[in-house]
Structure formats: structure tokens, C-alpha cells
């Protein structure tokens, strides 16, 4: 089998790297392990984080005007330590163009801004706050903005119409797409990888890519083997989300001469901000210590949770802000009481500590005030109308849903990378098999990982269609 370029793994990355291809005038051919597409793409919720120039139409109609510097300011903070600046200013430079090519692939947005804390919109909304962009320290960083946007999708699991449509899109541009076919190998001729192996209906099958290999894999959730390796703290909890997700394109990649880098990452997230006035409580640890200010993100809330001794954390509510938790959350009552020292009791910790804590909390949040946590009103509130109530998040039974954000280390032309930093050639990469925008498990916003693969997939393709 022969062709221009060859791409592995058929979700939203796959399928922007193929469309970018074979508009560059490339000969495609993906192949995809799965008997259609998706991938963790499939999954997801169809929100991809855009902003910057001023904003796009809708957070402009929303009066939300949105500055690049601003926005890259932000990306950067929420890659923390493992922030790729390079890759923060181009996106933040072109997302706005990002936005306008995914709605000439035919992506639908209904237009509107949809206000409050939300995991996703239950309607067909498109903009909604999806990150810490209102919390502290990233809106001492860079000036809040909603930057979630949502594909045209009643209820939840956008992301499997978003791959339908780019799939749509990429078949019509003559990609031509081998389904049931798994990668088993790279090929390199000296120092350029040049195809690659193929298992088909049990056989393996030769593959020459005359321009390029992309890779566009997913992360490796799946694989107990490398999560041991890389990232122990994932076996505290129990609900990983991916699809194929084992980590075979990283191993390629690496085996090529790549350097996998942040491999340590996951995003994890309890759905806690379901009711939202749950985001109005207290977390404290098994000390009865707080240890994050709880109106920022329910993915750096929970992934500081992880970072807890002992076996769950607790949600402190009052009478005026419980509502019974959603099932699926799998989050249960461990106390209640009259007072804050009741529940204490109740909960077995040392005294004056969480009743300390809550005392504490609440003489300086009548104030207006979080000196310790620096948690900002309107969502900063006492906690003092009981009766109160424990919620215990554990974090071996709770829903604790995670996945991983290590991978290869690639240019911002999609080109994967060696130790030194020189581009492998011929080899490329997109998606989560790499380590992109959203590469910090405590500064992760929703919309990060399909903005990542969505253009770094283009970027990517093109690259690998002009050789």
C-alpha cells in the first residue's frame, strides 16, 4: 500500500490532520483500530476553548471582548510548569481563525452565552465559563472571558456529532479510511520515517508514506503498565475515560527516537458543581483543613483533592446550600449536625480543627473576605444557616473520572521531536499522544483537549502533506 501520508487514529485529530492533507494536494490514508471513528473525541462533550483578537462573534454578542495577550496569558498559566509557550502564543493568535474553519466544516453553534458554573450546557448552548478564568490566581493573570464553545447538541456528548461532521468532511475530500487495522510498527530508511506496519484481518500489511506519518493516538489511560510508570496517583481512583487510549502511539513515537515529556499529568474530575450551589461549600481534607479556593474549576478542584492525604475529602454545606447529590456522583453523607463542632465530632477528627476551620472561614466571609484561599465573592459566602452537612467524596468509590496529559514532545508544526529538540523526519503528532495545550492536570479547563487536537491535527497535516 502506498500514499502521501499515513495517520493513525481516526478521532477529531486524526480527522483535522486528514482534511488539512489532503486539501495540501496529499494523498491520505488513516487507519483507525476501532471499526469507525471517535476515539476519546467520541466522548467528549464537543467544547472546544477558543478566544483571543478581540473574541469570536459570540463572546463579542455576549460583550465579552477577549484580548490575544490575554488569552495566551491564560493558556499559559493553566499549563503551569509544563506550559509550551510557543504553543500558547500561535493558538491564542489563531483560535479565532481556528473557530471560523470549524464552522466552514459544517460545526454548528447556536450563538448564545449561557451564564453560571457548568460542566456542560443540558440545552444547545454554545458559550459558557469552562475553566478558572474567574478564580484566583488566573484573574489576577489574565482578564476573565467565557471561552467554552459548544457544538449546536441538545443535552451532553457533543463530541460525537463534532467527529461526524470533520469525518464527513475528510471522506469527501478523498481520505481514504482502512478501519480494523491496527499499527504494529514504524518504518524508517535511515533517519526519515517513511511507512509503517499494519495488522488487517490478522495479517500484516506494508504501508509507504511517501511524506509523512502523523500519529494521532490518544493519551495511554488505558494502560495500567504506563500509568504505574508515569503517573502512580491515577490508582486512587477508579473511573478512567478514553477509548483505545493505551498508549501505542506514545510508544511508536518514542521508539522513532521521540521524547515523551509531562508524562506524570492527568486530568481528573468528581462532578461536585452539580447542583452549583455546592460550588458555594468548603473542601477540607481528613485534618479538617481547607486546601483550595472552591470557585475555581471543578478539574484543579478535584485534581488538588488527589493531592490529600488519606483515603476521600469532605464537602462542608449549610442548610441553605445542600441539594441532594446526583447519584452517578457517587458521593454520600458522612455528617451532619446542629453545629460545625457536631459534625467534628461526628467525623472523628481532632478537635478544633474543621469547627477551627469553619470559624475561621466564616468570621471573614461575612467580611467579604478568603485570606487564606483568596475565593471571591459572589460564590464566597458563610456557611453558618444549619443545620450542616459532611459530603464525603472518596476517592476510591466516588466518580472520579481521569485521563492522561503526557505524550510526545512536538513542534508547533505537529512535528514530533528528539531529546535534542530536532523534528523527527517524516513523523508527526496531534492529540492527546502528545503533551499540547492542556498539559497540567491542576490548570486543565474544559474545551483544552479538543482545541489541542483540533489545530495542532491541522497544523500537523499540513506539515506532513508538504513533506
Known sequence: MMCDVVIIGFGAAGACAAIEA????????????????????????????????????????????????????????????????????LYAAEAVDHFAWLKAQGVPYRGNYLAGKHIEPSDDSTLIWSG??????????????????????????GGRPL?????????????????????????ADGNRIVGLVVRIDNRERYVRADRGVVLATGGFVMNEAMRRKYCPQTFRINDPIGDKDDGSGIELGVGAGGDAIHMDQFFTTCPWIIPESHAYGVFVNGQGQRFINEDCYHGRVSRAMIDQPGPCVYLLLDGAHFAQPPSFARISIAATGETWEEVERELEMAEDTLSSTMNFYNHHAREGRDPLFHKRT??????????????????????????????????????????SGAPIAG?????????????WGHGYSSGLSLADCTFFGRKAGRKAAHG
Open 22 to 89: 489532503a486539501e495540501a494536494g496529499a494523498k491520505v490514508l488513516v487507519f483507525e483500530r476501532n471499526s469507525g471513528s471517535g476515539g476519546a473525541s467520541g466522548l467528549s462533550g464537543g467544547e472546544i476553548y477558543i478566544g483571543g483578537r478581540g473574541g469570536t462573534e459570540v463572546q463579542r454578542a455576549a460583550g465579552f471582548e477577549d484580548q490575544t495577550e490575554a488569552f495566551a496569558a491564560y493558556l499559559k498559566a493553566s499549563g503551569g510548569p509544563c506550559a509550551d509557550a510557543a504553543k500558547c502564543d
Open 132 to 157: 478558572s478564568e474567574t478564580a484566583v490566581p488566573f484573574c489576577d493573570i489574565a482578564t476573565p472571558a467565557p471561552r467554552g464553545h459548544v457544538i449546536r447538541h441538545m443535552g451532553w456528548g
Open 427 to 439: 513523523l508527526f503528532a496531534a492529540g492527546r499522544c502528545t503533551s499540547g495545550l492542556p498539559a
Open 163 to 187: 467527529v461526524d461532521i470533520l469525518e464527513v468532511r475528510a471522506r469527501d475530500n478523498g481520505v481514504e479510511v482502512v478501519t480494523d487495522a491496527r499499527a504494529i510498527s514504524l518504518i
Open 378 to 419: 459572589p460564590i464566597l459566602t458563610p456557611l453558618d444557616q444549619g443545620p450542616f452537612v459532611a459530603l464525603e467524596l472518596n476517592f476510591a468509590t466516588s466518580y472520579f473520572s481521569f485521563f492522561t496529559l503526557g505524550g510526545l514532545r512536538t513542534s508547533i508544526a505537529g512535528e514530533v521531536l528528539d531529546r
